[in-house]
């Protein structure tokens, strides 16, 4: 019922930037909270960034400072803007749809197909 799908990856320099995209379609009213997940060659998926339907926003310790999550609600679009990148930043990065909020979490999560992000040092 929802559809997410993430552009904007590529290769860039260490100390570049790049802005990811993830647009929703669908029943965009179930999604409650989106974020951004990577996962790097031999490492489990982790989280990047976060952002709940009002606004706040939550990221990794290794990303802070570096990385912005937004979004515009217009467009239905996420975004993920990366500067200061690092080759430790080498990931496929997934965009993440939650839904059906619970004291406990959310019911539901919608997964983008991902894209993938290459830093040279």
């Known amino acids: 019922q929802v559809q997410l799908v993430e552009s904007g990856g590529g290769l860039v320099q260490a100390g570049g930037s790049l802005r990811l995209s993830c647009a929703a379609s669908?029943?965009?009213?179930?999604?409650?909270?989106m974020g951004w997940y990577r996962q790097a060659p031999g490492k489990q998926r982790e989280l990047v960034a976060s952002i709940t339907s009002g606004g706040r926003t939550n990221y990794a310790d290794s990303v802070k400072g570096r990385i912005t999550i937004t979004r515009d609600n217009a467009k239905n679009t996420v975004y993920l803007q990366m500067n200061s990148l690092k080759p430790e930043d080498t990931a496929v990065y997934y965009c993440?749809?939650?839904?059906?909020?619970?004291?406990?979490?959310?019911?539901?999560?919608?997964w983008g197909q991902g894209t993938q992000v290459t830093v040279s040092s």
């Open positions: 669908g029943s965009i009213f179930s999604i409650d909270a």
């Open positions: 993440n749809g939650a839904g059906g909020v619970t004291p406990t979490g959310y019911k539901y999560e919608y």
